[in-house]
């Protein structure tokens, strides 16, 4: 197992997941997402994700719970996060923090096609999520997700192909590898 701390951030539908998962896999990481533990939460309340969010900015709990695992399986190293605030809660112990990006539009179709749903119904349910977070992060972390200063890489995944992406990705971890061995 690779001894290494990679954080995977950005908004819904940017393709942390798929990048997260293929770089967990490569390099024989283990992968946390604050996604799946968020859905897994609304599937045990019984509640849709917008309706999750619209509570979690009540409750603060849901946040710190999912932040909370995910620092704490950063402690344990040799993983890679997947998380819109991954790189924030991993800031200072990250290897590697790359923030992926893509106009919303992208997104929403990426996830209304990948979830088989109508597309103005996620344009609202994504819209609806990402302005709770914003609200949220703002007032439990102090974090303004518009500043991507903390990240050593920003990436527009609806510029190239995944292919592509992947090998900028590996060029990335094995830079940081070499650099990393002296």
Same mark, same amino acid.
């Given at each position: 197992? !690779?001894?290494?701390? /990679? ?9 942390? $997941? !798929? ?7 490569? @390099?024989?990481?283990? @992968?946390? $997402? $604050? ?8 599937? +045990? ?9 619209? /509570?979690?900015?009540? %409750? ?39 923030? #992926?990006?893509?106009? #919303? +539009? *992208?997104? *929403?179709?990426? /996830?209304?096609?990948? +979830? ?8 609202? +349910? ?16 102090? *974090?303004?997700? %518009?500043?991507?200063?903390?990240? =050593? ?10 292919? !592509?992406?992947?090998?900028? /990705? =590996?060029?990335?971890?094995?830079? @940081? ?6």
């Amino acid at each position: 197992m !690779t001894n290494m701390i /990679i954080a995977i951030a950005g908004f819904h539908g940017a393709g942390k $997941s !798929t990048i997260a998962k293929y770089i967990a896999k490569k @390099y024989n990481l283990r @992968y946390i $997402s $604050s996604g799946e533990l968020f859905r897994k939460i609304a599937g +045990e309340r019984g509640v849709s994700l917008s309706e999750l969010s619209r /509570i979690a900015e009540e %409750d603060p709990s849901i946040d710190y719970e999912i932040d909370n695992r995910i620092r704490e399986e950063a402690k344990k190293g040799s993983m890679v996060g997947d998380a819109l605030l991954s790189g924030w809660m991993l800031k200072d112990v990250a290897d590697i923090k790359i923030w #992926l990006k893509a106009p #919303l +539009e *992208v997104r *929403v179709k990426r /996830i209304a096609d990948r +979830e088989g749903r109508d597309y103005n119904e996620v344009y609202n +349910e994504t819209l609806e999520r990402e302005n709770s977070e914003r609200r949220r992060f703002r007032k439990y972390y102090g *974090v303004d997700l %518009d500043d991507l200063s903390i990240y =050593d890489y920003i990436l527009s995944t609806h510029l190239i192909d995944l292919n !592509t992406l992947i090998k900028i /990705i =590996d060029e990335i971890i094995s830079n @940081y590898m070499v650099r990393r061995e002296g």
